[in-house]
């Protein structure tokens, strides 16, 4: 079985300031990691995705992720918030391509002036 | 590319109705798409999984009776709550399997409302 937790479920940095989200996973086989973005009453963008290969990836608004195994952790981080990247963050999981995603309880982030 | 359309975007309807919501992939064919449903400030919740010109795969505890689902072409999967009731009431969402397989694409949601 595959599960996700997100540590703080409610976030709040100051623009310009780093953005950190954390994400833990639990998983039987390799995993394929997402973070999608949902903005109010919207449904979910794709933020970036780890599936093989290297560790470190970029996503779209600057955002990127690193995967690491030896801590089952796939944090998302960016170097300077903006206003716009406040919205609901949700760290999933699939067990290899293709298959169902198991999301975290989300992470709501607030951005501050 | 790959991008998701749902409709409607929002529906209110009386209690013992029943209602159809839409998922249309627009630029790519999807074999597998999926249907979840969200509470408020709440994570999705993976209703069940469709696959193209077959049944579709439910999760444990959805009731597959009352919540029908057709996926009826390579760009086109339909849920259907029966005799829709209050605790109906919630924000769906569905995504489809993009062309890299290994990546879902999210619709917009629709926000079902039962009186």
């Known amino acids: 079985a595959q599960s996700v937790t997100q540590l703080g479920s409610h976030v709040s940095v100051s623009e310009g300031a780093l953005v950190l989200l954390r994400c833990n996973y639990s998983?039987?086989?390799?995993?394929?990691l997402f973070w999608y973005v949902q903005y109010p009453n919207q449904g979910l963008q794709l933020l970036l995705k780890?599936?093989?290969?290297?560790?470190l990836v970029k996503g779209i608004n600057g955002f990127e992720a690193e995967f690491k195994k030896s801590e089952t952790s796939f944090h998302l981080t960016k170097p300077s918030a903006h206003m716009s990247d406040a919205a609901e963050y949700f760290c999933?999981?699939?067990?290899?391509?293709?298959?169902?995603?198991?999301f975290g309880t989300g992470t709501q982030l607030k951005v501050e002036l | 590319g790959a991008v998701v359309s749902q409709h409607p975007s929002r529906v209110i309807c009386k209690s013992g109705t029943s209602v159809k919501i839409e998922c249309r992939s627009l630029?790519?064919?999807?074999?597998?798409m999926f249907w979840y449903r969200q509470f408020p400030k709440q994570s999705l919740m993976l209703m069940a999984t469709?696959?193209?010109?077959?049944?579709?795969?439910?999760e444990q505890g959805v009731e597959k009776d009352k919540f029908l689902i057709n996926h009826a072409s390579l760009t086109l999967s339909t849920l259907t709550v029966t005799s829709a009731h209050p605790e109906d009431s919630s924000f769906y969402i569905c995504?489809?399997?993009?062309?890299?397989?290994?990546?879902?694409?999210f619709g917009p949601g629709t926000r079902l409302t039962v009186l």
């Open positions: 995504s489809a399997r993009g062309r890299d397989g290994d990546t879902q694409y």
């Open positions: 998983s039987s086989v390799p995993p394929y």
């Open positions: 780890y599936t093989t290969g290297a560790t």
């Open positions: 999933a999981v699939s067990e290899g391509g293709g298959n169902k995603l198991t």
């Open positions: 630029d790519f064919q999807a074999t597998t």
């Open positions: 469709s696959n193209e010109g077959s049944k579709a795969t439910y």
